[in-house]
């Protein structure tokens, strides 16, 4: 495949949504052909499991639900859309993939990792990104990030800063254990700045492709 696949991770709040626009812009400057998506959704299945998952509700949801439904709209967004674009060479930009799952329902839920790695295996039989950029800040920030944006929160967005404290430090311990793939970005910064540090993550990307 002569296309490359990256994502953005982060807890709610930080500034994700913003980056996305300019690493798909970036690229595309570079003669890039980009693909933007999401999980969960990316798919008209998976948008449709994201409703349910984002929902709020008075009922809770199964832990269990919650982890298979991620993963049954990743496995759609796999086979109909990454994979697809990757073969076409183009370059696909994911608002969140596997690292979420681990991070949400594994350090958040409390969901045992090995359950999870099971089901990565299973779903992505080896797939992953090319590279992942991790968006850190404080929890608390990230949290007043929400409150400022006056709208109804989503069913993550609801929880409690001890979770969101759980799905943080899941993170940093991936990044830890994965250097090369996930990259980590102070998003406590001004955006610009923040956007500094991705072109010189990007260009070193663009380089490696020698495309």
């Given amino acids: 495949m002569n296309g490359k696949f990256i994502s953005i991770e982060g807890i709610e709040g930080a500034g994700k949504s913003t980056q996305l626009q300019f690493i798909a812009d970036y690229l595309r400057y570079q003669g890039k052909h980009v693909v933007v998506t999401r999980e969960p959704g990316g798919t008209p299945l998976g948008e449709k499991i994201r409703e349910v998952l984002l929902k709020p509700t008075d009922q809770a949801m199964a832990e269990d639900t919650e982890l298979l439904l991620m993963f049954a709209a990743r496995a759609e967004h796999i086979q109909q859309v990454i994979l697809p674009a990757l073969k076409r060479g183009d370059w696909v930009v994911s608002d969140r993939f596997v690292d979420a799952t681990f991070a949400y329902q594994g350090g958040g839920r409390g969901i045992d990792e090995q359950r999870i790695r099971q089901l990565a295996e299973w779903t992505l039989q080896g797939f992953q990104t090319d590279v ?8 608390a920030l990230g949290q007043t990030r929400v409150e400022q944006r006056q709208q109804q929160k989503d069913r993550f967005e609801q929880e409690k800063k ?8 899941c993170y940093l311990a991936r990044a830890e254990a994965e250097p090369e793939r996930i990259k980590l970005i102070d998003a406590s910064q001004s955006i610009a700045a ?6 010189q993550q990007l260009d070193q990307l663009v380089d490696k492709s020698g495309l």
């Fill in 132 to 139: 992942t950029f991790l968006f850190d800040l404080p929890v």
């Fill in 162 to 169: 001890a979770f969101f404290e759980r799905v943080k430090n």
């Fill in 194 to 199: 923040i956007q500094q540090q991705l072109s």
